[in-house]
């Protein structure tokens, strides 16, 4: 075993710093912890970059504002290009995975066929994920949850569907000890949480890894169809976010960009690897998200509990139409008085009811049609990502049908009003008042749309032409020493959570690396 | 709506931002609300009318509109450059009188409206044709609300008894 490496703060290692590390992995979310932590344990010499800061326990106090500005991309303020998406994505020493609700599924299989009949993938199969799958599920303890432990909130959604006769079931969750708190989204408090945080980073750190963190890789120096180094900007000042104008530089044997569906394109396309026929940062998807908010006579204490703990795929598979499942959501003051419509008194009605309500949510399925392209990610003029996504006319039928179903379970659920994300709200207080949500409007800023999940922009498959990357090593097409590891592979959306998919891939991937380059020294 | 429409409408929007400081100046911003600390971000005329927006959405008796928009210009300043700049011409798009004519036959200043002309304003935002009036309504709507409700002190009010006493397990 290696000598233990360590979390180093990149403000410590003075501007000019050169790290050559046999492998550079740039992102420590879900992609990048798993495939350091394997490839340390086989020996590799890996160094982590990560744009944010070292947050831990200590630092999460379960509050919002403490943890948007701490751990979220942009302060939790980035948004499409139109607004018309709130982009909800981790910013973190552990990424995403720090701050998600914990809901972890493997990658359905109608999606790896999908991928394979449509895509090209092959080498994919639930056969070949499984055993990575069972790895990561045992490190993680990912477990199905006991319906009597869910929270209200999802409690209300199991019994609403299944009183409509709609498929509910209780998900997995990576938690271990947890004391279903409530505030997953916010950082666990007590670690019980097995994000990459306290996981596969300190299994990598163990084995002589070292995090080096609030360093921004700038750009991936390209030679000869080889990344020969990675430039990387220091950040610091109060919100670890301003570059302080030191310098590191990695010059690495291979490089793995792990840095989301967002950052990695961004990251590709600020590096000259873009262009007209490539396809980075293109079909980008995010599980766009509708919900409703229902009004109960009893307390619901919609901010406590496991977040999410049911889930419905029953609305999956509609045919020619996009498909949606159904989750509930956590909501505290700022989440609530961000989503909740109106303002001034009108504002603080909703708000006031916050202890009585519940909060579900309709998540669409995107990318599984041929007419259906999903978003970009290019460059703004500072080098910054730019997401855009014009939702098309098939998901904002989606919306509609999905926001009618939501109703339609809250009130078998026992929900006095149901009121949907638009602005002035749907009020729906029976079914004879449904009808109000077919008649209303779908447009960008008529009702409220968020996402929590982003995919896609660095696809893998055969074809150059169309994907970024080759399916069986998530090698870039043209550069030998380049691979991308993180959501941003996959070719369309899931269906599901993402976390364990990226987790399962990671670790197919960082298994089969480690066979070739074994082999080619 | 059709895509083409939209468009239309997209681009006429981004033309509006463009054009968010012309004729300004022909009728000064009310500077009610003068910042109490340096500001990074804005300027005064955009903090007063972020800070009158505020006074809007958050009419409790205890809201500081002046508070509020110091933490929304300390939110803003998250994103990247360009949505930075963003913000500033959307907070000059709300006060300019010249769009507010064309757009709603509203010359007033914002900063100058009395209250129910301000949430007038704020709803024709809102209702506009123009997806980019619109998302700037729940961008302002959704930051200054975001802003209130961080403080502890607006809890109890809600009902909400604010996080669990936690304990570590060993």
Redesign the interface.
Known sequence: MSAPGGFVDAGTVGTGKKYTPEVCIIGSGAGGAVSAALLTAAGHDVLVVEEGGHRTRKDFNMREDVAFAQLYQEGATRATKDLGITLLQGRTVGGTTVVNWTTCFRTPDPVLDHWRDRHGVRGLTSADLAPHFAAVEERLSIAEIPLADSNRNNRLLYDGCKALGLEATPTKRNVKQCMKSGYCGMGCPVDAKQSMLITYLPDAVARGATVLYRCRIERLEIEGGRVVRARGQVLGGPSGRTPTGEVVVIEAKRFLVSAGAINSPALLLRSGLGGADTPIGRRTFLHPVVGITGHYKDLVEPYYGAPQSIASHALAHRGADVGLFLEAAPIHPVIASTALPGFGDAHRRGMIELPNTAAHIALAIDGFSPDEPGGTVTLRPSGAALVDYPIPPRIWEAFRFGLRKLAEIDLAAGADVVRTGHDPSIEVRSVADLAKIDAAAYDVGRVSVFSAHQMGGCAMGPDPKTAVVRPEDLRHHSVENLHVVDGSVFPTSLGVNPQESIYGLAHLTATRLHASWGQSG | ?R?RG?LRL?LLGGGLLALSSVGLGMWPALLRHAPRRKLELLDEMEFAVLAAVAA?????PDADPIELAHRVEE?????????QDDFKKLLRLLENGFAGMLLDLRPRPFTRLPPEAQ?AA?LAF?DSRL?????????L???T??A???N?S??A????PG??S????T
């Open positions: 709506m895509r939209f997209g809007r959405v958050v009419t409790q939110a803003v300043r998250f994103g990247a450059p360009e949505s949430d704020l809102r997806a980019l009036r619109r998302s700037g309504y729940h961008a709507r959704r930051l609300a975001a209130y409700y961080s502890i607006t809890w009010g809600l009902g909400y996080p669990p936690i304990s570590v397990p």
